[in-house]
């Protein structure tokens, strides 16, 4: 593994089902991220978590949670999915959270909820 | 409300210089990213501006204003690879990033 790597690429997925977006980094970062992004819109934050343990509530996080049990590791589960949630995910992470420091992107998750 | 603006689309021609412009309402600031996304591809970083001025890095420059909320990306001597969307995003005083919708930059020879 070289980076942030997410798993799957893309999915269509029955809404009502259960779904677990993977994000693995490799870089030692210590915050990690998920958005959503969607067409016309700026990348939206859904959660995240600054260090291992802890996480965090972003600008849309309804119908998500997200669990961070070690430092490589930030999975973003859809307990129910509905297709509002269709739209593209990025994983991203950054060695800390803060000022001056630079986001690394997975290449994403093209998720469609029918 | 948090809000960034950038235009939605943007053409310059091949070895040309282009400017696109980012103004920015936020709660705070602690800086100002610029990151380049190609089509279906994830974002990667270009900047990062705290402090007024220019920053400039190879063919790519970025300016911010923090008085007036405003920052640009220049491109110079562009080709056809710079064809692809970028994004402005401004971190808030709760050190969150708040994103513009990204200019789509067309580039034709």
């Known amino acids: 593994i070289a980076g942030i790597t997410q798993a799957p690429t893309s999915q269509i997925l029955a809404a009502g089902r259960r779904m677990t977006l993977r994000c693995t980094q490799d870089?030692?970062?210590?915050?990690m991220y998920w958005y959503r992004q969607d067409l016309g819109l700026g990348l939206r934050l859904i959660h995240y978590s600054n260090t291992a343990g802890t996480t965090g509530k972003g600008e849309v996080p309804d119908g998500y949670s997200v669990s961070r049990a070690n430092t490589d590791d930030f999975p973003l589960t859809l307990a129910s999915a509905v297709p509002s949630q269709t739209s593209v995910y990025f994983c991203a992470s950054s060695l800390r959270s803060g000022e001056n420091t630079e986001a690394f992107f997975g290449q994403g998750t093209r998720l469609t909820v029918v | 409300g948090q809000n960034i603006d950038q235009p939605t689309e943007m053409t310059a021609t091949e070895g040309a210089i282009v400017q696109i412009n980012c103004t920015y309402q936020?709660?705070?600031?602690?800086?100002l990213f610029w990151y380049q996304q190609h089509a279906g591809e994830a974002p990667t970083f270009l900047s990062y501006?705290?402090l007024d001025g220019l920053e400039e890095k190879g063919r790519f420059s970025s300016f911010l204003s923090r008085s007036k909320g405003y920052s640009y990306l220049l491109l110079k001597e562009l080709q056809m690879k710079d064809s692809a969307s970028y994004l402005c995003?401004?971190?808030?005083?709760?050190?969150?990033?708040?994103w513009g919708a990204g200019t789509k930059l067309i580039i034709k020879p």
């Open positions: 870089m030692r970062h210590n915050a």
């Open positions: 501006n705290v």
């Open positions: 936020t709660s705070g600031f602690n800086g």
């Open positions: 995003a401004v971190m808030d005083s709760n050190y969150q990033l708040i």
